[in-house]
């Protein structure tokens, strides 16, 4: 084999790799944190929805790919072979990932490092929140005991779960 070739191996198997670890962390969270009384989709519609998305576009991508790549390979007289196809398809698919996942990674990355005060990504917009239902909460005497009393925590709410009457 040609080192082309060995790297569009490695990255077919990079590819297949990522999107079974995808399905997996998926199918484990599903398992982990599903809840009794609401179905799955309920609480995971969004995830199946976006994974729908995904291999529905990633199918669609593939035809127009396979329809150009057998209308090229006619017009120039040349045989259509599968393995040819599947490398360019494969070649496509990693350019259009990598530009997704640069974008995403320079995304997650930045906001971690920097703020955009008040946005939601931002720590300080909840913080004003909580300080907010505290001021509410001491003005209506409905502060529970358990709330946070040191100065540096004055604004922090007590760690309890929401009840729904």
């Known amino acids: 084999m040609s080192g082309g070739a060995w790297a569009m191996l490695l990255?077919?198997?990079l590819a297949i790799g990522s999107l079974v670890f995808i399905i997996a962390t998926m199918v484990k969270s599903i398992v982990n944190e599903k809840s009794e009384d609401r179905s799955i989709l309920k609480d995971f519609g969004?995830?199946?929805v976006l994974m729908g998305l995904f291999f529905i576009s990633w199918f669609a991508q593939g035809v127009a790919q396979w329809q150009t790549y057998t209308d090229e390979q006619r017009e120039h007289n040349q045989a259509v072979s599968m393995?040819?196809?599947v490398s360019q398809f494969t070649s496509s698919t990693?350019?259009?990932w990598q530009s997704e996942f640069l974008q995403l990674f320079s995304f997650?990355?930045?906001a971690?490092?920097?703020i955009h005060k008040?946005?939601?990504e931002s720590k300080d917009s909840d913080e004003k929140m909580e300080a907010s239902l505290r001021r509410l909460e001491e003005k209506l005497g409905t502060l529970p005991k358990d709330a946070p009393q040191e100065p540096e925590e004055a604004w922090k709410l007590p760690d309890t779960p929401?009840?729904?009457s």
């Open 11 to 13: 990255t077919t198997v």
């Open 46 to 48: 969004l995830s199946f």
């Open 83 to 85: 393995g040819d196809f």
């Open 94 to 96: 990693m350019e259009n």
């Open 108 to 110: 997650v990355t930045l």
């Open 112 to 114: 971690a490092l920097y």
């Open 118 to 120: 008040g946005s939601a």
């Open 162 to 164: 929401l009840k729904v």
